[in-house]
């Protein structure tokens, strides 16, 4: 039996969640292509996303990054991930909900934090107090994620395999996003 991804497949949630990785992993098994969204907003602007807000400003930024979702959503079906505050806003929510699904990654606090604490590539972690941040943006950020199509839960001992396996099997219980031949 073969199956056929009919809509893109947007993964959101928390910096540390595994979107980028999963979403590899999850494009390899419904063999379609992956992309990044942070990735497309670069490659357009030929510019890092810290020198687009340091030059252009956040809602340049967030301008952009609605125009690449759009983009994104509306092309060949593949499986997207968005950087962690594009599903905060109410317009990239309905882009997503016209033409894609969204799967919330869902990890507890204290994963997120075992996995991002030594990472130098997070600048809104770059505070006195990274982990009390990291904790702020969660609380604000997740009623936003909750809004997702679906959600998969997350845990220390799951693989990326297995959590791309377990999108996998969620997809799988609708017809709409995945056909089965």
């Keep these: 039996m073969t199956e056929r991804l009919k809509k893109t497949v947007v993964l959101v949630g928390m910096m540390g969640a595994g979107k980028t990785a999963v979403g590899t992993a999850l ?34 930024f967030r301008a952009r990054e609605s125009e690449v979702l759009a983009r994104l959503v509306r092309g060949e079906p593949c499986v997207l991930s968005t950087g962690g505050g594009a599903f905060l806003s109410e317009k ?34 770059r505070t006195p107090n990274p982990r009390a941040t990291l904790q702020s943006l969660y609380e604000a950020r997740v009623p936003f994620y909750a809004l997702a199509d679906l959600v998969v839960d997350s845990a220390p001992d799951i693989s990326v395999e297995a959590m791309a396996q377990r999108v996998l099997e969620t997809l799988r219980d609708h017809d709409d996003v995945l056909e089965r031949k």
């Design 92 to 125: 990239n929510r309905e882009i997503v909900a016209q033409a894609g699904v969204s799967v919330w990654l869902r990890v507890d606090i204290d994963l997120l934090w075992q996995r991002v604490r030594h990472k130098t590539t997070r600048p809104l972690l």
């Design 27 to 60: 494009a390899r098994l419904l063999r379609v292509p992956f992309r990044d969204s942070d990735e497309e907003i670069v490659k357009a602007a030929q510019r890092s996303i810290a020198e687009i807000f340091e030059r252009d400003g956040e809602p340049f």
